[in-house]
C-alpha cells in the first residue's frame, strides 16, 4: 500500500486520525485495535490518511500557541514509543495550563502511518494504530480536549517545501550548518556504541532531545559526502534534521501567526535565526512553576476551571508583566528561557512570599483573639458564679464584640488578598501541598 498523501501548499486540519476515532466511538486503545482489525474501518482511516482534509486551519481564539515537533504526536524529533509520547503530552501541557487557551498540536504523521502500513500483516497494523491512539485518549483523560486543536503541517521534508511558497526561503546556509555542527561537535561528546552486529556513532548533547541522536556507520558511510569523516556526517545530519522540522515548525506558527512553543533547546536555537522578537506567549511557554509540580495536568486543568476569576486575573496580571520586561531589553538577543527564570524569581516568588506573609499575619491576629476570648469567656463564668449574673453577661458580651470585629476584619484582608496578581498561583501552591499531607494535617491546617 504506497504513500500516497496528498501535499499541499495551504495549513489544513490533521483530524484524520483523530476524526476517525470520534466518528466510530472509539474510546480506548483495546477498541482502535479491534477497529484496526475491521477492514472496512482500516480502510477508511488508510482513506483519511491519503487524503488529510480538505478544509483550511482557522487560528483558535484566545491565547493560542503552536506545539514545536518535539513536543506533539508526530514523533519526528522524540521518540515514537506510546509511552513516550503520552509522557510528551504530559510535558506539553504541563507548559500551558497555566496561560493558553488552546494548542496546536500536530497529530500521527500521515506520511508515516502508510509507510509503515507497507508489507505488514494485520495484526501488525492493528498493533500500530493502538498505540497511535493511546496519546490521543492520554488527552481526554486528563480533560485536555477541549484546549487542544488539531493541525497539518508542512513535512519536516524539504522536497516537499517547494510546494509551500514561503518555505522556499527557509533552507538554512551552508555556513550555518557549518558553524552550528561546529558548536555542537566542541560542546557534545561522540562515542561508538555496538548494538548487536551494527555499529552505531552517537552524538551526546544537553540540547537533544533525551540528551542524544545516533546514526549507524552503513547509514553514515552511505550519506557521507565528499571530504566528511563520519563524525561530521553524523553531526551535519542532527542539525539538519532538527532544521527542516523548526522550519515546518516556524512555517505553521507563522501562518497561523501564533508563538511557537519548542521542546528541545536545539530547536530553539534555530527558531531563533528567523525570529524577530519574542513574544509574551513564548515567554509564558517556558516559565516553570516548580510550586505546583508532580500534580497531574487533569487537576490542573480542572483547578483553574475551579478557580476562573482568579486565573484570569494571574494571566492578565503575567502578561503585563512580560510585556513591561520586553520594553527594556534587546527582545532579539534575549533568551525566552532566561526571561522567564528572571519573572519567576523578580515577580512571581515574592509575590507568592507576600501573599503567604499576609494570610499568616491575619491568621495570627484571629488565633491571638481566640485565646483572648477564651480567657474572657472564663472570666464570664467565674462572674456569674462569684458575682452578680449581670456582670457576666456585660463580659459575655464585650468577648462576642470582638470575635465578630476580629472576625470580619480577618473576613476583609482574605477578600483583599484573593485580588492579589498572583492569588491563583499561590491557590495551585496550596492545593499541591495539600495533596502530600494526611487528611489530619489538612484538618488541622483549616482549622487555624
Known amino acids: ?33 479491534k477497529a484496526a482489525k475491521n477492514p472496512r474501518l482500516l480502510s477508511d482511516l488508510t482513506s483519511r490518511a491519503q487524503a488529510q482534509q480538505t478544509e483550511p486551519i482557522s487560528p483558535p481564539s484566545g491565547r493560542s500557541i503552536v506545539a514545536g515537533r518535539s513536543l506533539d504526536l508526530t514523533n519526528y524529533l522524540a521518540c515514537g514509543h506510546a509511552d513516550c509520547l503520552t509522557r510528551q503530552v504530559d510535558d506539553l501541557f504541563s507548559r500551558v495550563w497555566h496561560y493558553f487557551d488552546k494548542i496546536a498540536i500536530s497529530g500521527p504523521d500521515a506520511h508515516v502511518f502508510l509507510d509503515s502500513m507497507r508489507g505488514e500483516e494485520p495484526e501488525s497494523i492493528a498493533q500500530e494504530v493502538a498505540q497511535l491512539a493511546r496519546p490521543i ?10 484546549l487542544v486543536t488539531w493541525v497539518s ?12 511558497e514561503k518555505l522556499k526561503d527557509y533552507h538554512l546556509p551552508k555556513r550555518l550548518v557549518a558553524a552550528m555542527a561546529s558548536q555542537l561537535r566542541e560542546e557534545g561528546v561522540i562515542r561508538l556504541e555496538k548494538r548487536g552486529s551494527k555499529s552505531y556513532l552517537v552524538l551526546f548533547h544537553r540540547d537533544l ?13 552511505k550519506w557521507k559526502k565528499k571530504g566528511e569523516t563520519p563524525e561530521d556526517t553524523l553531526v551535519r545530519q542532527v542539525v539538519e534534521e532538527h532544521w527542516a522540522g523548526a522550519a515546518s515548525d516556524i512555517y505553521t506558527a507563522t501562518s497561523m501567526a501564533l508563538p511557537l512553543g519548542l521542546g528541545v533547546s ?72 532566561g526571561l522567564a527564570e528572571e519573572l519567576q524569581s523578580d515577580i512571581i516568588n515574592p509575590a507568592l512570599h507576600r501573599i503567604q506573609r499576609r494570610l499568616k499575619a491575619a491568621e495570627g491576629v484571629l488565633q491571638r483573639n481566640h485565646r483572648y476570648n477564651i480567657a474572657i469567656a472564663g472570666l464570664a463564668t467565674i462572674c456569674g458564679i462569684f458575682t452578680s449574673p449581670d456582670i457576666a453577661t456585660a463580659v459575655a458580651a464585650v468577648a462576642l464584640t470582638g470575635v465578630g470585629l476580629v472576625e470580619s476584619q480577618f473576613t476583609s484582608e482574605k477578600r483583599d488578598i484573593a485580588l492579589e496578581d498572583m492569588y491563583f498561583l499561590w491557590k495551585a501552591k496550596e492545593y499541591a501541598q495539600n495533596k502530600n499531607k494526611s487528611p489530619r494535617q489538612i484538618k488541622r491546617s483549616r482549622k487555624r
Not at 500500500?1 to 466511538?25: A, I, K, P, T, Y
Request: with cysteine; proline share 4%.
Open 137 to 146: 485518549f492520554h488527552i481526554r483523560d486528563i480533560g485536555a480536549d477541549e
Open 1 to 33: 500500500m504506497g504513500s500516497m498523501c496528498r501535499v499541499s501548499g495551504e495549513l489544513h486540519r490533521n483530524d484524520w486520525f483523530h476524526d476517525w476515532l470520534v466518528e466510530n466511538e472509539i474510546e480506548d486503545e483495546s477498541a482502535a485495535y
Open 153 to 164: 503541517k508542512p513535512p519536516a521534508c524539504q522536497v516537499h517545501w517547494k510546494e509551500y
Open 209 to 221: 532531545f533525551s540528551g542524544r541522536s545516533g546514526r549507524s556507520l552503513e547509514h553514515l558511510s
Open 266 to 337: 536545539l530547536e530553539a536555537r534555530m527558531a531563533d535565526i528567523r525570529r524577530d522578537s519574542l513574544s509574551p506567549s513564548e515567554v509564558a511557554f517556558n516559565l516553570v512553576l516548580p510550586v505546583v509540580d508532580g500534580l497531574p495536568v487533569k487537576e490542573l486543568i480542572a483547578l483553574r476551571e475551579s478557580e476562573n476569576d482568579a486565573f484570569e486575573g494571574f494571566r492578565d496580571s503575567l502578561t503585563q508583566a512580560i510585556k513591561e520586561r520586553l520594553k527594556d531589553i534587546d527582545t532579539e538577543a534575549c533568551d525566552a528561557g
